[in-house]
């Protein structure tokens, strides 16, 4: 999933400070599930931002609305009138789902709510973890599972680079090292003969750095 934590309500006040009518726009997907987003967030900022126009004598009108997904227009549509009634809208997607509310409403302004952290996992209550940089070239296959791109923090794609120390990571000594991870997995999976084989330079052309990559299904657009 999409991982996303909300921004601190003196932000959102900021942010929101030149507007009367906002709508607080809630996700149920991705940001619902990492406790972000979703409809109870919704109700607790939006209660928040009264409390604090209240303080400020802003005269915010808050409308609370929550979508099951912002990222898809045939559900934005169902905040079409509650967006068009109200001079702003407080977007609790991710950064997709806002640009989706902003590109379909051109003269709206829409604003993010949440900083878009990561595509993770729920590890523990309470705790998500990044597990996909969507490099665009997977090579999860030669690692067990455990993407090295992600987890390791040098990426290092053929052994670990040597500081681990009692498992975990030198850089980041609150997480396991990631290559004593992989280490496991392709032994309980019967594929240590991989750690024998040298990777190729990764290709990373398929990642961001050429900037917004786009895909296309030619057997969708029949
Ligand atoms: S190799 Fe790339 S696509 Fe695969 S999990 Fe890692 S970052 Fe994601
Ligand atoms: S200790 Fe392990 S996870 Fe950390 S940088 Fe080195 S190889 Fe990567």
């Not at 991705?30 to 928040?48: K, P």
């Not at 912002?70 to 950064?95: H, K, M, T, Y």
């Not at 000594?173 to 990764?202: F, V």
């Amino acid at each position: 999933m999409i991982v996303a934590e909300r921004k601190s309500i003196p932000d959102l006040v900021d942010i929101l400070q030149d507007h009367k009518k906002i709508l607080v726009l809630g996700c149920g997907t991705c940001v619902t599930v990492c406790l972000a987003g979703g409809e109870r967030e919704v109700s607790i900022i939006s209660s928040a931002l009264r409390i604090a126009s209240n303080l400020k004598n802003l005269d915010f009108e808050i409308e609370e609305l929550t979508i099951e997904r912002q990222c898809d227009n045939v559900f934005i549509e169902e905040a079409a009138d509650a967006i068009n009634r109200n001079d702003a809208v407080l977007s609790l997607g991710c950064g997709a789902g806002v640009q989706a509310l902003a590109e379909r409403f051109a003269k709206k302004p829409v604003y993010a709510g949440l900083d878009t952290a990561f595509i993770g996992i729920l590890e523990d209550r309470g705790i998500w973890a990044e597990k996909c940089a969507a490099c665009g070239a997977c090579v999860l296959h030669q690692y067990g599972g455990i993407c090295p791109v992600t987890r390791c923090a040098k990426q290092m794609l053929n052994g670990p680079c040597g500081g681990s120390r009692e498992d975990r990571c030198e850089v980041r000594p609150d997480r396991p090292c990631a290559w004593q991870l992989i280490y496991h997995r392709l032994k309980d999976i019967g594929q240590l003969e991989r750690l024998t084989e040298i990777a190729p330079p990764k290709n990373w052309e398929p990642g961001h750095g050429g900037g917004c990559r786009v895909i296309v299904r030619e057997d969708h657009r029949i």
